[in-house]
């Protein structure tokens, strides 16, 4: 009798695997033949297809005879006759409304209406901070330029909230609307400042209307997308149990998701504000009044004395705004300090009464007496560090300008068309794959289709040089504050302060310290876009599991070690954000820097508004900075959602 395990059938021998060498080898193989394959075709075709630029190109000529027939059929065709003009008028007339307002209110009756809100928003001390930075307005001698800033950005705030509040809420309840939103959105917020700004000339003409319309626009998005998570985020059983007790979908929304996201409805208004102040004074490039058009004219010129006083202002109103929305937003419902909400309505009652009062009896100019005049001062106070410094930052100026940014420009502007298009599809696909690489690569090649190849190659080289410092700084930045709480604490509120602050205030150090130069735009790009980048960063290591740490740590793991197999692997996805964020808000402030010689696509831009010769040129230019912005955030989101090679491994 034969035993069990004779009739059992022999396992099969396990098939033989590669050696890990050899599978590492083969990831690498890929890509260091496609690199070798690039280098060979730009040597073979050097200076060959690269698409030079023509500033008499028929793009530019086309665009130009629309805005022709459009500035001839202004007050004939029916869509300006009843549409357009009326909603020009419409906006002009709000503006113009709040505008006499504030005037009327003089600088007393301003400067305490501001500490009254800013009492009712978050106590005394938001009251003082309100007060003291309303002050400083008539200080520093900009307080006609601050009410005109004022008064616009509380203009396009009010039909951003009239309009993105309603969307938001839809879009919270609504899953088919949030996902048709989603991708718009997603192009408003990749859009640089510059690229709202031509087409609101073209329809609305120049002055506060138009620049009104192009905040309004611009700082539309958060409202939308954080009132929509707000709202999204509310409890489901809190729903649920309010339609199990019959309430209609009305009383639903009006009793529990509003009140549950009143906090964070809030967040989307402050974030609204920030937005439509740091894009007002941008607006002064198609005539908006207020503080924009002095730093303009100090841009121009080359004067910091005339700018800083401007400077000042933007950041005294946009800390006593965030501070006052950031207030309301934290502010819980009860009431503080056992005041009833009767009696601070009495409060705030009696003190809008004063004034009042004050507004009416009081001088309405701020007396001249007490302005400040330093624009002298600092122009010398300039001076003498750039002569002073000057050994310095000629160093760090031509470093980089002889180590990165002409060697890449050269390459990028003397290969051919089909190369870097080749380059920019195959980087798409291994990072996102087929779809984000073929939208990358038709933003790419429309650039040339509007006959801004050469310049957006330009445009294009400042942004890498200026993302690949960011991220330098931002990573080391990030992880040295994940490391020390201490140093975390220090860097907190200077990131806090930064991320307040118009992008235009940027430059005013920048042009200090380096004039009127390419590598100026990428210093203020750098020091702009460093805040979020170590933010995220910071917070993805943080957020690494500590269970994971501690495992790695007793195998025996150094603190290095830890950092770089464990936390920066597992903090993949926020690193990839930062880069992101950092890519998207270092190509808006290159783009502001073509005011002070960055050239590219922000030149382009800025002569098309300064020379009537040069719309076509300039608004093609603002289309081709949107389509370099879609294609760089299509190429790191798709990074983001690309799994990691350890996960690829396992799996």
Same mark, same amino acid.
């Given at each position: 009798?034969?035993?069990?395990?004779? !009739?059992?059938?022999?396992?099969?021998?396990?098939?033989?695997?590669?050696?890990?060498?050899?599978?590492?080898?083969?990831?690498? /193989?890929?890509?260091?033949?496609?690199?070798?394959?690039?280098?060979?075709?730009?040597?073979?075709?050097?200076?060959?297809?690269?698409?030079?630029?023509?500033?008499?190109?028929?793009?530019?000529?086309?665009?130009?005879?629309?805005?022709?027939?459009?500035?001839?059929?202004?007050?004939?065709?029916?869509?300006?006759?009843?549409? !357009?003009?009326?909603?020009?008028?419409?906006?002009?007339?709000?503006?113009?409304?709040?505008?006499?307002?504030?005037?009327?209110?003089?600088?007393?009756?301003?400067?305490?209406?501001?500490?009254?809100?800013?009492?009712?928003?978050?106590?005394?001390?938001?009251?003082?901070?309100?007060?003291?930075?309303?002050?400083?307005?008539?200080?520093?001698?900009?307080?006609?330029?601050?009410?005109?800033?004022?008064?616009?950005?509380?203009?396009?705030?009010?039909?951003?909230?009239?309009?993105?509040?309603?969307?938001?809420?839809?879009?919270?309840?609504?899953?088919?609307?949030?996902?048709?939103?989603?991708?718009?959105?997603?192009?408003?917020?990749?859009?640089?400042?510059?690229?709202?700004?031509? =087409?609101?000339?073209?329809?609305?003409?120049?002055?506060?209307?138009?620049?009104?319309?192009?905040?309004?626009?611009?700082?539309?998005?958060?409202?939308?997308?954080?009132?929509?998570?707000?709202?999204?985020?509310?409890?489901?059983?809190?729903?649920?149990?309010?339609?199990?007790?019959?309430?209609?979908?009305?009383?639903?929304?009006?009793?529990?998701?509003?009140?549950?996201?009143?906090?964070?409805?809030?967040?989307?208004?402050?974030?609204?504000? $920030?937005?439509? /102040?740091?894009?007002?004074?941008?607006?002064?490039?198609?005539?908006? =009044?207020? +503080?924009?058009?002095?730093?303009?004219? %100090?841009?121009?010129?080359?004067?910091?004395?005339?700018?800083?006083?401007?400077?000042?202002?933007?950041?005294?109103?946009?800390?006593?705004?965030?501070?006052?929305?950031?207030?309301?937003?934290?502010?819980? =419902?009860?009431?503080?300090?056992?005041?009833?909400?009767?009696?601070?309505?009495?409060?705030?009652?009696?003190?809008?009464?004063?004034?009042?009062?004050?507004?009416?009896?009081? =001088?309405?100019?701020?007396?001249?007496?007490?302005?400040?005049?330093?624009? %002298?001062?600092?122009?010398?106070?300039?001076?003498?560090?750039?002569?002073?410094?000057?050994?310095?930052?000629?160093?760090?100026?031509?470093?980089?300008?002889?180590?990165?940014?002409?060697?890449?420009?050269?390459?990028?502007?003397?290969?051919?068309?089909?190369?870097?298009?080749?380059?920019?599809?195959?980087?798409?696909?291994?990072? %996102?794959?087929?779809?984000?690489?073929?939208?990358?690569?038709?933003?790419?090649?429309?650039?040339?289709?509007?006959?801004?190849?050469?310049?957006?190659?330009?445009?294009?080289?400042?942004?890498?040089?200026?993302?690949?410092?960011?991220?330098?700084?931002?990573?080391?930045?990030?992880?040295?504050?994940?490391?020390?709480?201490?140093?975390?604490?220090?860097?907190?509120?200077? +990131?806090?302060?930064?991320?307040?602050?118009?992008?235009?205030?940027?430059?005013?150090?920048?042009?200090?310290?380096?004039?009127?130069?390419?590598?100026?735009?990428?210093?203020?790009?750098?020091?702009?876009?460093?805040?979020?980048?170590?933010?995220? !960063?910071?917070?993805?290591?943080?957020?690494?599991?500590?269970?994971?740490?501690?495992?790695?740590?007793?195998?025996?793991?150094?603190?290095?070690?830890?950092?770089?197999?464990?936390?920066?692997?597992?903090?993949?996805?926020?690193?990839?954000?930062?880069?992101?964020?950092?890519?998207?808000?270092?190509?808006? $402030?290159? !783009?502001?820097?073509?005011?002070?010689?960055?050239?590219?696509?922000?030149?382009?831009?800025?002569?098309?508004?300064?020379?009537?010769?040069?719309?076509? $040129?300039?608004?093609?230019?603002?289309?081709?900075?949107?389509?370099?912005?879609?294609?760089?955030?299509?190429?790191?989101? %798709?990074?983001?959602?690309?799994?990691?090679?350890?996960?690829?491994?396992?799996?």
């Amino acid at each position: 009798m034969t035993s069990p395990s004779a !009739v059992l059938p022999p396992t099969p021998a396990a098939p033989p695997t590669a050696p890990r060498s050899w599978t590492r080898l083969r990831a690498w /193989l890929v890509p260091f033949a496609g690199v070798a394959v690039t280098v060979a075709a730009y040597l073979a075709f050097r200076d060959t297809a690269t698409l030079p630029h023509d500033d008499d190109a028929a793009q530019f000529r086309f665009v130009d005879d629309i805005r022709d027939w459009v500035d001839a059929n202004r007050n004939e065709s029916p869509i300006f006759l009843f549409f !357009v003009n009326y909603v020009r008028l419409l906006i002009g007339g709000l503006y113009d409304f709040l505008h006499v307002v504030l005037q009327g209110l003089g600088w007393m009756g301003l400067t305490g209406l501001a500490g009254v809100l800013g009492r009712l928003a978050g106590g005394w001390r938001i009251a003082l901070v309100a007060v003291a930075g309303f002050a400083s307005f008539g200080v520093l001698g900009v307080w006609e330029a601050s009410v005109d800033t004022l008064a616009l950005v509380l203009a396009a705030v009010l039909l951003s909230l009239l309009v993105g509040l309603p969307l938001g809420v839809w879009a919270g309840r609504s899953v088919r609307l949030r996902r048709l939103l989603t991708p718009v959105l997603d192009v408003m917020q990749i859009m640089p400042t510059f690229a709202y700004l031509a =087409p609101m000339v073209l329809f609305f003409q120049i002055g506060p209307a138009s620049a009104t319309v192009a905040t309004m626009i611009y700082s539309i998005p958060p409202a939308i997308r954080i009132t929509a998570l707000a709202i999204e985020q509310v409890s489901p059983a809190a729903v649920e149990a309010s339609t199990a007790l019959g309430a209609t979908g009305w009383q639903t929304l009006r009793k529990v998701h509003i009140p549950m996201a009143r906090a964070t409805i809030a967040l989307a208004i402050n974030q609204t504000v $920030m937005m439509a /102040l740091s894009m007002v004074v941008i607006a002064a490039l198609i005539a908006a =009044p207020g +503080l924009g058009s002095n730093i303009i004219s %100090g841009l121009s010129r080359a004067n910091v004395g005339i700018m800083v006083p401007a400077g000042i202002a933007i950041v005294a109103m946009a800390v006593v705004l965030d501070r006052m929305t950031m207030s309301a937003a934290t502010r819980t =419902p009860a009431s503080p300090r056992g005041l009833s909400p009767w009696d601070r309505l009495g409060i705030a009652s009696l003190m809008l009464f004063c004034v009042g009062i004050a507004a009416r009896f009081l =001088p309405g100019e701020f007396p001249e007496d007490w302005v400040l005049r330093f624009a %002298g001062p600092v122009n010398e106070a300039v001076n003498w560090a750039k002569f002073s410094w000057y050994d310095v930052t000629e160093a760090i100026r031509n470093v980089t300008t002889e180590a990165l940014l002409n060697p890449l420009q050269t390459l990028l502007t003397t290969a051919p068309w089909w190369l870097v298009s080749a380059v920019v599809l195959a980087v798409a696909w291994r990072t %996102g794959g087929g779809r984000p690489a073929v939208t990358a690569v038709a933003c790419l090649l429309t650039t040339a289709l509007l006959g801004l190849w050469q310049h957006t190659m330009e445009t294009l080289t400042t942004v890498l040089v200026g993302v690949v410092l960011t991220l330098a700084v931002g990573l080391v930045l990030g992880i040295v504050a994940a490391r020390s709480p201490r140093f975390a604490a220090v860097q907190r509120p200077l +990131l806090d302060a930064a991320q307040t602050l118009p992008a235009f205030i940027y430059l005013l150090p920048a042009l200090a310290l380096f004039g009127a130069t390419r590598f100026t735009a990428i210093f203020a790009s750098v020091i702009y876009a460093v805040p979020p980048v170590v933010r995220l !960063v910071e917070d993805g290591i943080r957020n690494v599991s500590p269970v994971v740490v501690e495992a790695a740590r007793s195998c025996g793991s150094t603190d290095r070690q830890v950092l770089w197999k464990v936390k920066l692997p597992m903090a993949r996805r926020a690193i990839l954000l930062a880069a992101n964020q950092g890519i998207v808000m270092t190509l808006a $402030m290159v !783009v502001v820097g073509g005011l002070v010689g960055a050239g590219g696509l922000g030149y382009d831009v800025v002569s098309g508004f300064s020379q009537r010769t040069d719309f076509g $040129m300039g608004f093609a230019a603002g289309v081709a900075t949107v389509l370099i912005g879609i294609m760089l955030d299509r190429i790191t989101q %798709g990074a983001d959602r690309r799994p990691s090679p350890r996960k690829k491994r396992i799996a």
